[in-house]
């Protein structure tokens, strides 16, 4: 306890490293320590070796990933290197893809227009990103914390807001709401203090997207268009919440592969007011116009057009530039864009994903490099995770990956690598609503101590091995990436940081909040309430038998019966009524249907405290033998586990 003691000092004295950290913006377009490595541009060198590399690459994956339609594009110095569509953007049309006029939903990569268009009003005095953003707001963000939230903050997902998907998408026009009612009346709850750690939030950049309509006085839509649209010669892109005839003609359909075959997926409509966080649709050729400004420090040319600027050199510099990071050796956020840095080279992007429409936009802006890739089917979705899928062969292609240098575990890392051992939730979800559950849905990952000295991460993708290389911070063992712990000021580890997701930490989990340990918890508590049916039934059976009649026991003992049946039944149908009609993620709404079933749950629980009341009752007055008293307290135990349970994950009541 001593040396731990000693241990804890020195870490909190010397590693501040888990306390996330803003760049200081004076200095550029600076990352950390991961400075780019000069290696030769292979893929600008030769585009003719680089389109057969991309269409090889293409085939495979869609062949390997049942993908109908796809698009890439790739800037170098300032020229489009390429730009090609691959397969069907209408199966059943026979239509191809067209890189130029196909359009595809880029979803959350519009987020980087809405960036870029903040910070043209910053370099135009009219924004300030350490301004509390109700500066600018026609209504109030409640003062949850002490501190404020700024435009720096929604720029870097540290605004605090829990996740809310409620009423997101809807089927028609008609349902749309007015951006500033819908941002109004569909807050999330802050739920954290901002700048503490990143919480990828879609409402913050929406709020982002409002505030430039406010300060610009033109609707946001109106704004990207002028702005920036329009100056880049992206003929074929708009961020109208309904798309003219002329733009749906010329829309990919969105692909799932079921049962062998296609299938055409429902194109919705997005809320308004949500449109900054990912409303574009656009055309692959027009995404290498947008990637050539950035590159080419805010300016863009062709041959059919004059030289337009959207941003300053210096304000491009600064959005590139790092602003926030959980930890100086982890990858972080620039100013909207997130450091995807791969092979030795410095890369920003950003990902989308419009089910079933997934892509993804990197720039190299020391090599003055960017590609964008995007996929129309479902099986693309994998394909467009950073440092995975499209990345990493893209990279591994362009740039070979530097060697690494062994490292070995630290001697009596053993000793101490359980209190990294843990169930670690995303911070991106639920905390007051129902959508909370989600976490019981495996949106949580594990690390586990095998016992070697190294930490094992346990993903979607695999397994990763990490090896502890300074205090709190450890290396994956075959790859450049790393991880870091944040602890307690009584050193207990509460959060995990990666270089995979700089756009969000992870929390770890206490036992009782444990996947593993509410399964188990539910699962006993459907066999008990299975288990009361047949039970009661017999007990009547055989009282029929013995006496003829039996309403001859005690009143109080047929109530605390009849009790425990209602809280059976309802709860059985309160677990088959949220299998079937639950929605964990409400994109559309809460169906009617489920608000009645949540009202079972509300009954059952006043039920359960008359349940517990008989419990007592029946062991003061003897009801039944003893082995029947017990079992009916442990049915009512289990009652009341549940009623614990639906609290917990805020399924108990009305809590959209």
């Known amino acids: 306890m001593a040396r731990l003691a000693t241990a804890v000092i020195i870490l909190v004295l010397l590693l501040p490293a888990a306390t996330p950290t803003f760049a200081d913006e004076t200095e550029g377009a600076q990352s950390s320590d991961r400075s780019a490595v000069a290696l030769p541009p292979q893929c600008a060198a030769d585009s003719a070796a680089l389109e057969t590399f991309l269409d090889g690459l293409l085939a495979t994956q869609m062949s390997e990933q049942h993908i109908a339609g796809a698009a890439v594009s790739v800037v170098s110095d300032g020229q489009v290197l ?267 992007g950003h990902s989308g994903e419009a089910d079933p429409i997934s892509s993804l936009l990197l720039l190299v802006p020391e090599q003055k490099l960017g590609v964008f890739v995007v996929y129309n089917s479902s099986g693309g979705s994998d394909l467009t995770n950073q440092h995975l899928g499209f990345q990493r062969a893209f990279f591994d292609h362009c740039f070979p990956a530097p060697a690494l240098d062994p490292i070995m575990p630290p001697a009596g890392f053993e000793e101490r690598a359980g209190r990294f051992a843990g169930t670690y939730k995303m911070t991106r979800g639920s905390y007051t609503t129902q959508e909370k559950v989600t976490v019981l849905m495996g949106s949580a990952v594990a690390v586990s101590d095998p016992g070697d000295g190294t930490l094992i991460l346990a993903t979607p993708w695999g397994e990763w091995q990490f090896i502890e290389v300074e205090p709190l911070y450890f290396r994956q063992v075959d790859a450049p990436f790393g991880i870091a712990f944040r602890e307690d000021d009584q050193g207990r580890v509460t959060h995990m940081f990666t270089d995979y997701t ?30 009361v049916i047949p039970m009661v039934s017999i007990r009547a059976i055989r009282n029929r038998r013995r006496t003829g009649e039996h309403h001859r026991q005690p009143g109080g003992a047929r109530a605390a019966l009849w009790t425990l049946v209602g809280i059976s039944v309802l709860n059985l149908l309160f677990v088959v009524g949220t299998w079937q009609w639950g929605d964990p993620r409400p994109m559309f709404g809460v169906s009617l249907m489920f608000k009645i079933v949540l009202g079972l749950g509300v009954v059952s629980a006043a039920l359960t405290i008359g349940a517990t009341g008989f419990t007592a009752i029946a062991w003061k007055n003897r009801y039944w033998g003893i082995a029947a008293r017990a079992y009916y307290t442990v049915v009512t135990l289990a009652a009341i586990a549940f009623v614990w349970f639906l609290h917990s994950w805020n399924l108990l009541g009305w809590r959209f």
Request: proline content about 7%; overall charge negative; hydrophobic content about 40%.
């Open 82 to 348: 390429l730009a090609k569509g691959y397969g069907y953007a209408d199966l059943e049309k026979g239509i191809p893809v067209d890189p130029e006029r196909t359009l595809f939903r880029i979803a959350s990569i519009t987020k980087l227009f809405t960036w870029t268009a903040v910070m043209q009003l910053v370099e135009e005095g009219k924004l300030d990103l350490d301004a509390d953003i109700n500066t600018y707001l026609d209504f109030p963000v409640p003062d949850t914390y002490p501190q404020p939230i700024t435009l720096k903050n929604l720029l870097t997902h540290t605004d605090g807001f829990e996740e809310r998907l409620l009423e997101v998408l809807v089927l028609t026009a008609e349902d749309m709401a007015p951006p500033r009612d819908w941002l109004i009346s569909h807050m999330p709850a802050r739920v954290r203090p901002p700048g503490d750690v990143a919480a990828y939030s879609n409402y913050g950049t929406s709020l982002a997207g409002y505030i430039v309509a406010r300060v610009s006085g033109k609707p946001y839509g109106e704004y990207v268009q002028e702005r920036i649209l329009d100056p880049l010669g992206m003929t074929h892109s708009t961020v109208q919440p309904v798309a003219s005839s002329d733009v749906r003609a010329n829309q990919t359909v969105g692909y799932t592969y079921v049962d062998g075959a296609f299938k055409e997926f429902p194109d919705y409509l997005g809320q308004p007011g949500m449109a900054p966080a990912g409303g574009m649709l656009a055309s692959a050729t027009d995404i290498s116009h947008f990637m050539i400004a950035h590159l080419e420090g805010g300016r863009y040319s062709d041959a059919d057009a004059p030289e337009t600027r959207i941003l300053g050199e210096s304000t491009t510099q600064r959005m590139h530039g790092q602003l926030f990071t959980h930890h100086p050796r982890l990858l972080g956020t620039a100013h909207g864009f997130f450091e995807f840095t791969e092979n030795g080279q410095r890369t920003i």
């Open 502 to 531: 700089p756009m969000m930490a992870f929390e770890k989990l206490s036992w009782y909040e444990e996947p593993g340990f509410n399964t188990v918890l539910l699962v006993t508590c459907v066999v008990a309430f299975l288990s």
